[in-house]
């Protein structure tokens, strides 16, 4: 039999979904599953974005500019401006979801065998698209009992080597909910700036940001220009994680002319997927705004719930949809398989995902899960009490 690629064998399965083949079976056994572990809204997307289906009268379904759509562009420059980010159609390169916007900005801004310092825990298709791209990350290790805060400057100039090309950074963050404020964006900033690196930011959260202070863009920091590189999506702000369509945006000529030799590559973008994306930036501000307020109060639901729940503990989020909470566990992936294998209460279990995962430090996360609340607030509440019970039988395994 002809040998798998080393790069396949390395390449890390995703925390999110490699569990799902147990909750599958869980549901097979007739079991109500909580998804608690992938960021899927369950709300609405704009109705704008049906219309724009319905309406579609077209002979032909061609390929678009790799660059993605001029209009479309356009309407993403008036987005932006709304969001107090100055920026042009030219400096915008639509990609296939924000993942291959992440992907992408790996290879045009990194050669192999270079690093890239990430702050974990992290999103973890990072890992995946660093091996992808033969980068190999750094870790910078933030803690849960600081609420994930980004760690102290001196803490990154000691990673830095000869090697290193890139910080990479989610604000708000995907997993933690954590929102990093305009000083300590400063200070990456100014880091970047002494040791000539790319930052690139991953923004896709930029809506649900629940501080007394507005969101802090890269790209309302100035004296980087030619360093940044942002990454958005559509897929969270509008609810259409299916339509994948993400976007680099970034002032370095240079880096896009680049980055383009690769969308040439793939040829183009999602055009259905982009015709949707055009008519979503239409939503109206009832519809963002009934989004936001919808997640603040499914936050405050859920983690106020988990604090409740004796032993467990999670910071408030500030942002995004996500949580990371400490569970009276030694294994979180092994109690999150035994909730799908072995436990139910009331005919139902959890899915969440092992938090391990979402650290590339060994050891990292062990006790640690990554749970969304994407579920109607009702569902969130029996899902508490699921996971309270999951618990308390687990520990009495152990006694």
């Known amino acids: 039999m002809p040998q798998i690629s080393q790069r396949a064998i390395e390449m ?19 079991l109500k599953v909580y998804p608690l572990n992938i960021g899927q809204p369950d709300l609405p997307s704009p109705p704008q974005a049906f219309e724009a289906l319905h309406k579609l009268n077209r002979k032909l379904l061609e ?8 209009s479309l562009r356009a309407k993403m420059t008036e987005y932006y401006e709304r969001q107090g980010i100055h ?7 639509v990609t296939a979801g924000g993942s291959e916007a992440l992907l992408f900005s790996f290879f045009a801004c990194l050669n192999p065998g270079d690093e890239i310092i990430i702050p974990e825990p992290a999103y973890a298709n990072y ?10 990350v750094v870790p910078i290790l933030s803690k849960i009992e ?19 090309r890139a910080i990479l950074l989610c604000n708000p963050n995907n997993p933690t909910g954590y929102v990093y404020s305009r000083h300590e964006i400063e200070v990456l900033r100014d880091l970047v700036r002494e040791y000539d690196l790319y930052l690139i930011s991953d923004e896709v959260y930029r809506e649900f940001c629940y501080t007394d202070t507005p969101h802090t863009s890269v790209f309302s920091i100035e004296g980087m220009d030619d360093n940044v590189v942002m990454v958005d999506s559509v897929s969270k702000r509008y609810d259409e994680c299916g339509i994948r369509i993400g976007a680099i945006v970034s002032r370095n000529r240079a880096l896009l002319a680049s980055i383009m030799k690769y969308c040439q590559a793939r040829l183009s973008p999602p055009l259905l997927g982009q015709i949707v994306a055009e008519a979503s930036m239409d939503a109206s501000p009832e519809y963002i705004k009934g989004v936001y307020e919808e997640y603040i109060s499914r936050r405050d639901v859920l983690v106020n719930g988990l604090n409740r729940i004796p032993g467990v503990y999670s910071p408030m989020p500030k942002g995004a949809f996500y949580t990371v909470a400490a569970l009276p566990v030694d294994d979180a992936e092994d109690f999150c398989r035994w909730c799908l294998s072995e436990f139910s209460y009331e005919g139902a279990t959890v899915f969440m995902a092992p938090a391990a995962g979402f650290y590339s430090t060994p050891g990292a996360g062990k006790n640690q899960v990554r749970i969304a609340y994407v579920l109607r607030k009702e569902e969130l509440e029996k899902a508490l009490i699921v996971l309270e019970k999951a618990l308390e039988a687990y520990a009495r395994l152990g006694s």
């Open 146 to 164: 600081d609420d994930f805060a980004l760690p102290p400057v001196e803490s990154f100039k000691e990673r830095i080597t000869p090697r290193t």
């Open 12 to 30: 890390p399965a995703s925390p999110i979904r490699k569990l799902a083949p147990l909750a599958t079976t869980a549901k097979e056994r007739g």
């Open 87 to 93: 920026t042009s159609a030219d400096e915008i390169i």
């Open 127 to 136: 890992l995946g698209f660093a091996e992808m791209a033969d980068v190999k």
């Open 63 to 70: 390929y678009s500019p790799s660059d993605g759509i001029a």
